[in-house]
């Protein structure tokens, strides 16, 4: 999700807290663009760049649809309601509106549970901008897991495993959901802990295996070789709350390897971990369990899903992965 500050009329000090914030762009009158742009590297638009449409009629909702789909920016003028915003969601790749307070925002990014795409927030709400950004920009969906019971763990061999160190740090019970297959996967847990031997790492995610499937914001999945700085990771807790990370370094390299295999309900999976006694997966209490105690018989989180997805994005096919 986008979010962006509308400073008109213009506020030096609400830009100024708006960069602060982490604002995805700033909307200003047409004559404050250039000396804004040269105050950070984001985008910077005009009103007429990113206009402001009202929706209070059927024929207003079609006009929007109509440029949006068109490819041409419309952002819903505060006022909007959540039936034409459905409709528009409904059809339209990117929907953006704007957010008076804090409330509205939070209503905008749950719209038919995956919510708007961006929210523009006005002057009236910039008490509140630090909060928008933390609950709209990195807050996501709620993911059920389920607790899957430990059937086998035995050595794999060596194998190029993926470390996700994020921009982030994280806390007891999060982690990252991985797996073989986007069906079956497991709450890998944040290098949260230390030992004599070994500091924590509380911002890195030992993921696993470099062919394995680890899960996205928006409801995607990325093979774990595929993620790079700068990519957003969502980080899921043991209650299933979700959040966003944005990854700052990955390292892959050789190391030994344990073949984990779970099953939750009739469905088996399976997860390639680093053996390593800094890599755990999660109890269903949100406490980390290390691989190398690992047994026959342990409970751990999981989120189980049906078996699809192109380029990590979902479909219907009859698909089978062993």
Known sequence: MKIYYKSVPFSKNDVTLALESGVDGIIVEAGRAESVAMLSRIPVFTEEEM???????????EHIRDELLAGRKAVLARGWEIIPVENLLAQCPEVTAEAGSLDEAV????????GVQGIVVLPEAIADLKEIVSRCKTCRDHEELQVAEILRVEPAGLGHRVCVDTMSMLHRGQGMLVGNSSAFTFLVHAETEHNEYVASRPFRVNAGAVHAYVRLPGDTTTYLAEVAAGREMLVVDW???TTVATAGRVKVEVRPMLLIEAKCGEKTGAVFLQNAETIRLTSPEGMPL??????PGDKVLCRTDEAGRHFGMRIKEDIQEK
């Open 290 to 295: 290390s691989v190398v105690s690992l047994k």
């Open 107 to 114: 209503l905008a990014s749950g719209i038919l549970q995956r």
């Open 239 to 241: 209650q299933g709350n």
């Open 51 to 61: 206009p402001s449409m009202a929706m209070a009629t059927k024929a207003d909702e």
